[in-house]
């Protein structure tokens, strides 16, 4: 029993024992530590200093369109700047693209990280990098600015035809229809004045004048009456057929002067009124034609110029550009030599005093063997 429990005590650690014994160690302790950490030093602060930006593009567009896939885009930049290499080392002039991705949450933005030995290593390298792209699809801007133009010179040259030709052509048409119609209006007029009513004037004349002979006759019968019976039948017989083609005579002038009233108030008023205001469905049309369809045509025309005009001189194209600050370091990211000495302090200490818990296990070894 004795014998356990002295074997116990002897396998407890005695931290007075310890604390000793790194005590009487303390010289190599903080020996050892210092040369890790002036080691540690060393390298960091002569490893050549790594530097990097950051920055985000903005994938250019013209309209509501990029110019290429973001992530068509991305797998591009990735070889031609040999991004997904692990062996391509940072050298002088020469900065490494470390990561191109895609902005989660928008996909027009490209996110850029590039490290190299200087920051104006770097600054040059992402001009480099949008300049490629802005390069590379140079030609979608050039065939868009041919397009627009092409398009403004197509509008400009159909409101110049609408404006000029196409608006005088309606016009001739319209004064040639209305010439012909006034012209057909003014024939059927000239043909009831000097012929209908020339030959209505001279019938209304003629049978005046026969009114004039019977009413003559008449009288110059009534004065030659006699008492002979005979001769009185036969008097009354003459006065009686007169009387009656007087009658006929008075209806037709009659008639006739009420046919005379009728085309001069009616017919000729009328074709008066119609030479006054012009009615044909084709000159309808055209004056339709020439008062709306025309000037709405020349709108929406001068509508569509001024959209194509402002695609030239707006927001509505981009090229591939920087969106914001490039983030910069003042100080390099590598190697970071605070960091370094700490730990190198540390794990030195820590290092050294399992050495010396070390050396101590050996020579305790060694003692129990002579013994």
């Known amino acids: 029993m004795e014998k356990e429990i ?17 005590w009487q160690k303390r010289v190599f302790i903080v020996v050892f530590t210092f ?9 960091s602060f002569t490893r050549t200093p790594i530097y990097e930006i950051d920055s985000t593009y903005r994938i250019g567009f013209i309209g509501d369109k990029l110019i290429e896939k973001p992530n068509v885009l991305e797998q591009k930049l990735r070889l031609i700047f040999n991004v997904d290499n692990p062996d391509k ?7 490494k693209i470390t990561e191109i991705k895609i902005v989660k949450g928008v996909e027009n933005f490209l996110k850029i990280k590039i490290q190299g030995l200087s920051n104006k290593e770097l600054l040059d390298k992402n001009k480099e990098v949008l300049d490629f792209i802005n390069n590379d699809y140079k030609y979608k801007y050039e065939e868009f600015f041919i397009n627009t133009k092409n398009k403004i010179k197509d509008l400009q040259y159909n409101l110049n035809y609408a404006e000029k030709v196409e608006k005088r052509k309606i016009e001739k048409e319209i004064e040639k229809i209305e010439k012909e119609l006034t012209l057909k209006i003014e024939n059927k007029i000239n043909f009831l004045k000097k012929v209908k009513l020339n030959t209505i004037s001279n019938k209304i004349k003629f049978y005046e004048k026969k009114l004039k002979e019977y009413e003559k006759n008449i009288i110059k019968i009534n004065k030659n009456k006699t008492a002979n019976k005979t001769e009185g039948i036969l008097v009354a017989t003459q006065l ?35 030479k006054n205001n012009l009615i044909n469905e084709d000159l309808k049309k055209l004056q339709v034609n020439l008062d709306i369809e025309l000037p709405k045509k020349i709108y929406d025309l001068n509508q569509k110029l001024l959209k194509e005009k402002r695609k030239l001189k707006t927001n509505y194209f981009k090229k591939t550009y920087a969106e ?15 960091l370094i000495v700490v730990v190198s302090f540390v794990t030195g200490f820590i290092l050294s005093i399992f050495l010396v818990f070390f050396m101590q296990f050996i020579k305790s070894f060694k003692e129990d063997e002579n013994e």
């Open 35 to 43: 040369i890790i950490t002036v080691l540690a030093g060393v390298y």
């Open 89 to 95: 080392k940072i050298e002088k002039n020469n900065p």
């Open 324 to 338: 914001g600050e490039i983030l910069k370091h003042k100080y390099p990211i590598k190697p970071k030599k605070k």
């Open 240 to 274: 009686q057929t007169i009387q009656t083609l007087v009658m006929s005579v008075k209806d037709k002038l009659e008639d006739l002067k009420q046919l005379k009233q009728n085309i001069l108030i009616l017919q000729i008023e009328k074709l008066e009124f119609e």
């Open 6 to 22: 002295r074997t116990i005590q002897e396998d407890e650690i005695d931290l007075k024992e310890l604390f000793k014994t790194l």
